[in-house]
């Protein structure tokens, strides 16, 4: 299952020079620039692993793509994904994330079925490559 | 001198070049296109002297313009490497001339933005262990899209110790130059006998540097131009004895110590703005009610100039030694 999370996660993958368009818009607004990976894409997951430092005062995405492929490089099959943080003042925040790579094969997630108190059910959600293996074996 | 080499390449181009498809490339509407006239005029304009390194930058901004119109028919037009070094003494018009070189190299669509990182050691090289590499990574980040002017270059490498992380620092500098020369464009400045050290010393380095640029001293008649042209520019103005005296100083100052070419002239003029505003403060302040006249507060006079210790043998103790 194909997990979609972020801006662009129902389109097909972004190639390197679309990633770059983006970055470029989001540089030309004077957003910081980040990338995370992770291998535990759990939608309440919010903060992943980050890789390097943000990047600020950049001009030119061809920077951030260079940091893009250095955590492919070192994480193949991993989520990751990049940030776009807007320092406005009361902005603050996030204001762009889509992720960049996904693992070959995405298992994705069941839903869990717990009978409390009688006859009440509660549901949760768990990803089925995070139950079955532990940190860093997953994908 | 612009226009006849930009002739002569269009007549061989329509002429030599009937390419299989009969197309030609019209070099004198991709020169006005890409607005380089301007910049140069500019530099023309702006910059006294300096004929070797304008010269160059007309060589470099020719072959981007032919480089293009070959493109603009088919031909192969590989990017070539346009890492520069920047040779002169102090005030020679580095820094400046590197400005200049990033429009220019925008403009012809080299560079995808204008903008200029200037760094020196301290902003590439790290204090400990695994600082240095992601310190100079992040300014290459920084630089990419653009030109990144290394000042002073050669303390990057300090030969009396071994251990020393300018070296890790040049190879992370000769890997990009090598590998995203699209990306950007690295200019090198500093010294030129300093910098002819690093390169011998640093052969890797020298080899990936296409274009040395050796910045000359100015003439005093140049030095002369530059004084009338800051003059201007800050809206003061010489008269005939003023213009003397700063003959004369420039003169005087070439022999000092310290000298350090358009800056020195740039700080002569400063303290001769101040000395002028003390004087017309002093003859306000005695003539009370007197509203100084236009053309006295633009006016840098004589005594303004003569006022200086260049006059009377510069720094104590310190009269000779050219730099």
């Known amino acids: 299952m194909r997990i979609t999370q972020g801006t662009f996660s129902f389109l097909p993958d972004l190639t390197d020079k679309q990633i770059a368009a983006q970055v470029k818009y989001a540089l030309d607004q004077g957003w910081a620039i980040s990338v995370e990976y992770t291998d535990d894409p759990h939608p309440r997951n ?57 693992p070959k094969d995405e298992p994705g997630f069941r839903q869990v079925r717990e009978e409390i108190d009688g006859r009440k059910m509660r549901y949760t959600t768990q990803g089925y490559a995070v139950v079955a293996k532990p940190e860093g074996a997953r994908y | 001198m612009w226009p006849s080499p930009k002739a002569r390449v269009t007549k061989s181009m329509t002429a030599a070049t009937p390419t299989p498809t009969g197309e030609t490339s019209d070099l004198a509407l991709l020169y006005r296109e890409s607005g380089i006239a301007e910049v140069l005029d500019q530099l023309d304009r702006e910059l006294i002297g300096l004929l070797p390194v304008k010269s160059r930058i007309r060589e470099i901004a020719a072959l981007l313009l032919v480089d293009k119109a070959r493109a603009a028919v088919g031909l192969s037009a590989g990017a070539p490497s346009l890492h520069m070094s920047f040779t002169g003494n102090p005030g020679t018009g580095k820094t400046t001339v590197a400005l200049r070189m990033a429009d220019i190299l925008h403009r012809l669509g080299y560079t995808r933005s204008n903008h200029v990182v200037a760094v020196t050691r301290d902003d590439l090289v790290g204090q400990y262990i695994g600082h240095t590499a992601p310190k100079t990574k992040e300014m290459l980040k920084k630089a990419m899209g653009g030109v990144l002017f290394i000042d002073e270059a050669y303390y990057l490498h300090r030969p009396e110790n071994e251990r020393d992380y300018g070296q890790e620092s040049i190879e992370i500098l000769l890997q990009v130059m090598e590998n995203q020369r699209d990306d950007l ?28 640029v050796e910045f000359p001293d100015y003439t005093p008649e140049e030095l002369l131009q530059i004084a009338e042209l800051m003059v201007r520019q800050m809206d003061y103005r010489f008269d005939a004895e003023s213009l003397q005296a700063m003959r004369e100083y420039i003169v005087l100052r070439i022999e000092q110590a310290h000298f350090a070419n358009a800056r020195s002239i740039r700080n002569a003029l400063d303290r001769a703005r101040l000395r002028q505003a003390a004087r017309i403060f002093a003859e306000a302040t005695q003539t009370p009610f007197v509203v100084p006249t236009k053309d006295q507060l633009t006016l840098l006079d004589e005594r303004d100039i003569r006022a200086s210790r260049v006059f009377r043998g510069g720094f104590i103790g310190n009269t000779s030694s050219q730099h």
């Open chain 1, 46 to 102: 919010t903060y992943w692993e980050m890789f390097g430092n943000p990047m600020f005062d950049l001009r030119d995405p061809a920077g951030v793509l260079q940091e893009i492929n250095e955590c492919r490089k070192t994480f193949p099959n991993y989520y990751v994904r990049v940030m776009a943080f807007d320092s406005t003042h009361q902005v603050e925040s996030i204001v762009l994330s889509f992720i960049v790579q996904r």
């Open chain 2, 185 to 212: 464009v690295v200019i090198l400045a500093g010294y030129k006998d300093r910098m002819d050290t690093f390169f011998q010393s640093n052969p890797g380095m020298a080899s990936r540097i296409a274009h040395h």
